[in-house]
């Protein structure tokens, strides 16, 4: 039985006019940076740790690259939602494996653990669970380790199950505990 998401959490757009596109969604939305850096920024406008993000292709598609030439590299990258645990996030893992149904990426960004998948038109969508409660994810997204490592940390969704049904608490699964090696943003290896 699937386990349904408890709220939509972000948008990333991808984007060749970074510094218009923040302007604009801090004008609008009232948000505020979050993290920055050439390759990517996060924003919000409330307490969750980022409702927008965006991808500065200038820096991971730069033009002349097979990805910058690639239709529809502007516009939406994904959308996300948030799961109410770590278990609801492996257990739909297992029940859409059982379908067929499998994620792209699996990545532990240090604030959340996400599955990325594509719907049949390619849509891409994320499903993540916080790692941390109350204030803990604002307070890693503004600390050192976004800044080590902004991207993640690939992890193994079969692994990470079998720790669960095998009695590991999920606390343990939810603090990412390596910084190395930065995955790739999904074919943009050298963006960062």
């Excluded at 406008?45 to 690639?70: C, I, M, Q, W």
């Excluded at 499998?102 to 960004?109: D, E, S």
């Excluded at 930065?182 to 963006?191: E, K, V």
Aim: aromatic share 12%; proline share 6%; with cysteine.
């Amino acid at each position: 039985m699937i386990r349904k998401p408890t709220l939509f959490a972000h948008v990333v757009y991808r984007t060749r006019r970074f510094e218009e596109m923040i302007a604009w969604y801090e004008a609008v939305f009232g948000a505020q940076v979050q993290h920055e850096n050439p390759a990517m920024a996060f924003l919000t406008y409330d307490g969750e740790h980022h409702r927008f993000a965006f991808l500065n292709l200038a820096v991971v598609a730069p033009d002349g690259t097979p990805e910058a030439d690639r239709r529809g590299a502007v516009g939406v990258d994904h959308v996300a939602y948030t799961t109410a645990s770590i278990t609801d996030l492996l257990e739909n893992y297992a029940e859409l494996k059982a379908r067929g149904i499998t994620p792209y990426w699996c990545v532990h960004h240090g604030l959340a653990a996400s599955l990325y998948y594509a719907d049949p038109d390619g849509n891409q969508m994320e499903f993540q669970v916080d790692a941390f409660e109350g204030d803990g994810c604002n307070d890693f997204i503004r600390g050192e380790a976004m800044n080590q490592n902004p991207v993640g940390v690939e992890f193994d969704p079969d692994a990470w199950l079998a720790q669960l049904r095998g009695g590991a608490p999920e606390a343990e699964l939810l603090v990412r505990t390596v910084h190395e090696p930065i995955s790739p943003i999904r074919g943009f290896a050298g963006a960062l």
